[in-house]
């Protein structure tokens, strides 16, 4: 049973315009959320993360957006870089193991 | 800062064998999480360690799967006896402490292929 999905598997975006990497969760005890980048042949890193009392969260060019009434949230990159290209996981938690959805996996072309 | 360790990074085993994987935290993380990643889908936890007790091993095949971490520092990931299915990544990932908010650092990943 996927608690976590990620229903793009993947993503091609120009460089310089805006990523936006979508997730949606079912189970509504999950209060922290938090994106994993990951290159092949290594193992994920973390990207950025948000509590369930927020709504928003930025860090340079990426933005966490949460939506608790519809139980999703998002991930925007901008601007969208070519080192940006990878395998990004949404992970929620309940307060103990990350779930982690499938994965998207990003290309962004010159 | 030295990342979390795993080894060995590549292993190709037989059906039935066994195999060990080995994985060092981040020094001073009391948490402790391994997870099986098959292609195309996420991680998916096995075991999490707190110290050297278990918080949650739900998802651990525990007729096959085993792990440990007697000292509260490093651990081990045993398979035995190994199936097709258990071709994976096994992640090694730790924590400062278990609660969201602290940070989880993957090591690369121990990738197993069973023939």
């Known amino acids: 049973d996927q608690q976590v999905k990620q229903n793009s598997p993947s993503l091609s975006v120009q460089e310089g315009r805006i990523s936006i990497l979508n997730c949606d969760y079912t189970?509504?005890?999950?209060?922290?959320f938090l994106w994993y980048k990951k290159y092949p042949a290594e193992g994920p890193t973390f990207l950025i993360s948000?509590?369930?009392?927020?709504d928003k969260n930025e860090d340079g060019r990426f933005t966490v957006f949460l939506n608790k009434s519809a139980k999703h949230l998002s991930l925007h990159i901008v601007p969208s870089q070519p080192g940006d290209s990878a395998v990004y996981f949404c992970?929620?938690?309940?307060?103990?193991?990350?779930?982690f959805g499938k994965g998207t996996s990003l290309l962004v072309t010159p | 800062e030295a990342g979390v360790a795993q080894s060995p990074r590549y292993k190709i085993i037989e059906k039935r064998q066994s195999v060990a994987f080995w994985c060092n935290p981040i020094?001073?993380?009391?948490?402790l999480y391994w997870y099986q990643q098959i292609l195309g889908q996420g991680p998916k936890l096995l075991i999490q360690?707190?110290?050297?007790?278990?918080?949650?091993d739900s998802q651990l095949p525990k007729d096959r799967f085993s792990a440990e971490r007697l000292k509260g520092v490093d651990s081990t990931l045993k398979i035995q006896p190994a199936k097709l299915e258990d071709s994976a990544v096994y992640l090694c990932?730790?924590?400062?402490?278990?609660?969201?908010?602290?940070?989880?650092?993957f090591g690369e990943g121990s990738w197993l292929t069973v023939v």
């Open positions: 992970a929620a938690t309940s307060g103990y193991a990350l779930n």
């Open positions: 948000i509590s369930s009392i927020k």
């Open positions: 360690f707190q110290n050297n007790g278990v918080v949650d």
């Open positions: 990932a730790s924590s400062l402490a278990s609660r969201p908010g602290n940070t989880i650092y």
């Open positions: 189970n509504s005890m999950f209060d922290y």
């Open positions: 020094s001073g993380h009391a948490t």
